[in-house]
């Protein structure tokens, strides 16, 4: 059987670069980045299985199935080895493709993954009850986020939401309350781990908002470890999604990382990381407890 197509949106020229939202989320959520990246790249924006206007998977919602199915959407798109761009879960699923040599690049924005038992616990509990308020107010949403009450309540994503457009910040709500398949993902994601991390050939930057207050920024550290050759950036000051409320940062930050790693001033790796110690294995390392 055919696996039906992904939502995406391709648009603007250039180098092909592929934007892919994290749980709960959807294209729409790089909108603010979008005039400016076009100018530089063609740009394809991929609604993940279940999220966003994408079919339900026929295959299994894992991180790893769901980076086989923006695969099979490449080929589809007659692409073979784009840059990628992930946010969170979508950091997850850009390292799964690197891992299959289908990227010429990765930022990973707050991947998700590596995380300890504890740090498990509080994703699940957190994004559950993000899952909840966002339905609860979804049917509202335009109105509350018009208040700073109601902004502030997505202050766990975008420390900053004053910044954000309310129409932006009710897009987001209402797209997490319709995510018909963030119960089955969410359960696969933290029923796993990245693998594989220590095959990545590409360049790749992780990088991290020092007030994210859904995954840690010393996470970021332990893939930092794993992936050969990557380096580690703070983002200071912000958050967890700093597309919502930090476009501008986020778009300097992409085109100064795919330029360096088109020209070749970004090197992939060659088997020792930037502090030269040997590259990792292929599995993942069981994180630190701290």
């Not at 409320?245 to 992409?254: F, G, K, N, R």
């Amino acid at each position: 059987m055919v696996a039906e197509r992904l939502n995406t949106r391709r648009s603007g020229s250039g180098e092909p670069l592929v934007l892919i939202h994290g749980i709960g989320s959807a294209l729409t959520v790089w909108n603010r980045m979008l005039p400016a990246l076009e100018a530089r790249h063609e740009v394809i924006g991929v609604d993940l299985p279940g999220f966003g206007e994408s079919p339900m998977p026929d295959d299994g919602c894992s991180p790893a199935s769901l980076a086989e199915a923006v695969a099979r959407e490449l080929d589809a798109l007659g692409v073979e080895r784009p840059h990628v761009v992930g946010n969170s879960l979508g950091g997850w699923v850009a390292l799964e493709l690197a891992a299959r040599e289908r990227a010429a690049s990765v930022l990973a924005i707050s991947p998700a993954g590596l995380w300890s038992e504890r740090e498990k616990w509080w994703v699940d509990s957190s994004l559950k009850s993000t899952r909840r308020a966002t339905k609860a107010v979804a049917p509202i949403a335009s109105t509350v986020m018009r208040s700073r009450a109601g902004r502030a309540s997505l202050i766990q994503f975008a420390p900053r939401p004053w910044r954000c457009p309310p129409e932006v910040l009710a897009t987001a709500v209402t797209t997490s309350a319709g995510a018909r398949n963030f119960e089955a993902t969410l359960e696969q994601m933290l029923a796993n781990q990245p693998t594989d991390l220590g095959s990545i050939a590409c360049p790749v930057l992780i990088a991290w908002g020092t007030r994210d207050y859904l995954l840690f920024p010393r996470q970021g550290r332990r893939f930092e470890r794993l992936i050969p050759g990557a380096e580690l950036r703070p983002l200071e000051g912000l958050g967890h999604a700093p597309m919502l409320d930090a476009p501008d940062e986020c778009v300097e930050l992409v085109l100064e990382f795919t330029r360096q790693a088109s020209t070749g001033t970004r090197q992939a790796s060659t088997g020792t990381t930037r502090h030269g110690k040997a590259a990792a294995g292929g599995a993942a390392e069981a994180p630190a407890k701290s």
